[in-house]
């Protein structure tokens, strides 16, 4: 019997196969292999006599994700709030970078934006909307984009991540009310959320696929990357790809540089290669560290 891993707690699986959920063990080789059952595996399961089940084969992951531990995910939607808490572009670019590392595609969602005084929700949706992102303006206060957000959302297998604080349990239980998610307030003094989210989990939508309601993607480890990785996952550097006068250019100090010329020309925000120039900087002292 085939199936989907809906949540997995103190060693056991729990199994969506049809219209029911079965409570599974692993099979001791998993353990001998060094492979681990994650929360959105396609499985194949058995059923004895006494309605125990277990994971016999964990069928091929369009990817996986090691924290979140998670497979096969479709979209990640990329969640800030225009305010309270105030945007961190860096931790976003960050995530961002992990999603095209990862093979998974990424969605800019810009929230509460019912608290949006000085147009800033444009302003940063014009900087990732010029990198190729899709981007979503959303409220819970007044229901903007909630419909958008559900069609995005609709037949796929979807995880919001963000900071917290940002509303992501806010946005899924106004598509969705029924999911009762828990929320959290923002810390007045330190401009920050609260995590509400205790374990992974995998939710079904009543409109179709599924979302992934996680404890959150915490800091993000950038030390496996090199900086060849960084400069192939910045979508906006596709455009030029093999123009610049060196084959391994890596668009920060080399001359004959073309995505530093379109930069010149507003082709590519500032604020995103500002802070590519800050994760290469973070990446490369993690090389060095590496080979040290």
Known sequence: MKGIIVKGVGGLYYVKAGNEVYECKARGRFRKDDIKPMVGDRVEIDINGKGEGFIKEILPRSNCMIRPAVANVDQIIVVFSVTNPDPNLLYID??????????????????????????????????????????LFTSTKNGKGIDELENVM????????????????????????????????????????????????????????????????????????????????????KAYEGKCRFADCLHILEPGCVVKEALKEGKIGSERYNNYLRIQEEVGMAEERRYD
């Open 94 to 135: 960050k995530l961002l970078l992990m999603c095209a590392v990862n093979n998974i595609e990424a969605v800019i969602c810009i929230n509460k934006v019912d608290l949006d005084e000085n147009d800033l929700c444009h302003y940063y949706g014009d900087i990732y909307a010029k990198a190729g992102y899709k981007v």
């Open 154 to 237: 609709k037949d796929k297998t979807s995880a919001l991540a963000g900071p917290s604080g940002v509303g992501k349990s806010s946005l899924l239980n106004a598509i969705q009310p029924d999911l009762n998610l828990k929320t959290g307030d923002v810390s007045v003094k330190a401009n920050r959320g609260k995590h509400t989210t205790r374990h992974v989990e995998l939710l079904q939508l009543k409109s179709g696929g599924y979302v992934l309601d996680t404890p959150g993607f915490g800091a993000i480890d950038l030390d496996f990357l090199t900086r060849k990785d960084v400069v192939k996952n910045y979508p906006e550097f």
